[in-house]
């Protein structure tokens, strides 16, 4: 097993490790601006990995803000791992996932964000969009790029297997096979238009943790996916038995 590293934006890498055993692969992103930013821990498990792609970019000492869309597994997992090995690095992430779970969680104390707050990190301007529920967890929000128009967009069209580090073909489909597989996004009436509000932004990459980084319309997939939920939110609604539990 290893850490694929590749460039996938100026300064902006994509670090994939493809997990054999359950055939998933996880991304991380590194944003290595004057304070470096990593977007997604990654497992306790694979840090040694991890961490190793992140030195051939910059020193792992000097990493300076650890951040992800909401607390899980793999999302930041390894989370006190990077604390240590980066002395001067702060979690970031928004004030309910700090209030509720990081405050308690880190071992040192995290920076909240607010909705639409703007994070400088010398070269790259990383704004904190809330997005609860979407596409799970209260605390659930994202980081965009202003500088390289890149979303980073967690657990969004997320899809099962191996893949590639960039593509153009589309990613709606296999992101709605997969949902309608593992029913892991949260079906809220307003997911599809929290969604469709992303589509909104000035999107050049879409930066999937659980897939190939996205450089074809944006905008069209974002809508694409909102129009899903919204099929998924209607039909649990009509469904005799009431909304799935």
């Known amino acids: 097993m290893e850490t694929r590293l590749t460039e996938i934006a100026p300064d902006v890498y994509q670090l994939t490790t493809h997990l054999a055993d359950v055939d998933f692969s996880l991304n991380q992103y590194l944003v290595s601006g004057t304070e470096p930013l990593l977007f997604h821990t990654g497992l306790r498990g694979i840090f040694p990995l991890v961490s190793y792609a992140v030195s051939r970019v910059v020193p792992v000492d000097q990493l300076r803000w650890i951040a992800f869309g909401h607390v899980e597994a793999d999302e930041c997992g390894s989370m006190n791992e990077w604390l240590r090995v980066a002395p001067h690095s702060t979690v970031v992430q928004g004030r309910i996932g700090c209030g509720v779970s990081i405050a308690d ?36 929000g994202l980081l965009y790029d ?84 919204d099929r998924r939110v209607a039909g649990e609604l009509a469904s005799p038995t009431g909304p799935a539990v």
């Open 105 to 140: 969680l880190a071992d040192r104390s995290p920076r909240p964000l607010a909705d639409g707050e703007v994070l400088d990190i010398g070269g790259h301007r990383m704004r904190w969009i809330d997005t609860p529920h979407v596409p799970h967890a209260w605390e659930a």
């Open 146 to 229: 202003e500088t390289t128009r890149t979303l980073f967009c967690g657990d969004l069209f997320g899809r099962a297997g191996a893949y590639p580090a960039a593509t153009t073909d589309d990613i709606v489909a296999p992101a709605i096979t997969t949902d309608e597989v593992f029913r892991a996004s949260s079906l809220a009436p307003n997911s599809g238009a929290t969604i469709r509000s992303l589509a909104e932004l000035e999107v050049d990459t879409l930066a999937l943790m659980h897939g190939p980084a996205f450089t074809g319309d944006c905008r069209a997939a974002l809508l694409d996916l909102a129009d899903d939920f």
